[in-house]
């Protein structure tokens, strides 16, 4: 089976230009998030779907950072007017539901994206 | 609230001789804890779990670690380190805090295995 497929895998682009990163979680999980992780950090929660409820957004560095995901399925993080601050490893994940007490997520293997 | 604090942010060994990667928690409620791996340019893949089963757990590629309530830790453990193992090391915690499940995870330790 297919696990999770985040692309594309490197992204470099100049600063100020607008970045869709996608992310194509493992069939039947409801569960969906987003983390950042930066040189030498740990992973940074951004965002959190469960389902078709509404996304726990508060992890969102700054409102230049949207997410969705349609159909609950596929995901995209976008992030307008780059900043090279924004320039990190940009990592999804699905579990199976939202008790992470229980389920264990499953990562993809992450967009790089350099701001130039 | 919950929290996870990983002791190193590396580790060195070498082959062959014992692993140690210490990981300690707090958590208002009953947590789970898992350790992920991270290779270079990868994801991160599940060790192994506790959730509130047996104490001491086994995990993939030979690791174990243990919940020690009265510690708040999850330690990470391997017997005989191998140069594959050689990775990034991540301590998360998980529980029903404020009614969110949003995975804590540590900053993370840097295994180095030496031949």
Redesign the interface.
């Known amino acids: 089976g297919a696990g999770?497929s985040q692309s594309p895998s490197n992204k470099v682009t100049e600063k100020g230009k607008d970045v869709e990163l996608r992310c194509d979680p493992i069939s039947g999980h409801t569960a969906l998030?987003w983390?950042r992780q930066s040189l030498g950090?740990?992973?940074e929660?951004l965002i959190?779907f469960q389902g078709n409820s509404a996304p726990?957004k508060s992890g969102l560095p700054s409102d230049r950072f949207s997410a969705e995901r349609t159909g609950g399925s596929v995901s995209t993080l976008t992030i307008q007017r780059t900043q090279q601050e924004d320039s990190a490893v940009y990592?999804c994940?699905s579990s199976l539901s939202?008790?992470?007490?229980?389920q264990?997520?499953?990562?993809?293997?992450?967009t790089?994206l350099s701001i130039l | 609230a919950q929290s996870v604090t990983q002791l190193d942010s590396h580790v060195s060994v070498s082959e062959g001789t014992p692993v140690l990667l210490r990981c300690n928690y707090s958590s208002s409620y009953s947590p789970s804890l898992f350790w992920y791996v991270q290779h270079p340019n990868k994801g991160l893949q599940l060790l192994l779990k506790y959730t509130s089963a047996a104490t001491l757990v086994k995990g993939i590629n030979g690791f174990e670690a243990e919940f020690k309530k009265s510690e708040t830790s999850f330690h990470l453990t391997k017997p005989s380190a191998h140069m594959s193992d050689a990775a990034e090391y991540f301590c998360v915690v998980s529980s029903a805090s404020g009614g969110s499940y949003i995975p804590t995870f540590g900053r993370g330790t840097s295994l180095i295995v030496h031949p």
């Open positions: 999770v998030y983390y950090q740990g992973l929660f959190y726990d990592l994940a939202w008790e992470t007490t229980i264990p997520q499953h990562f993809g293997d992450g790089r």
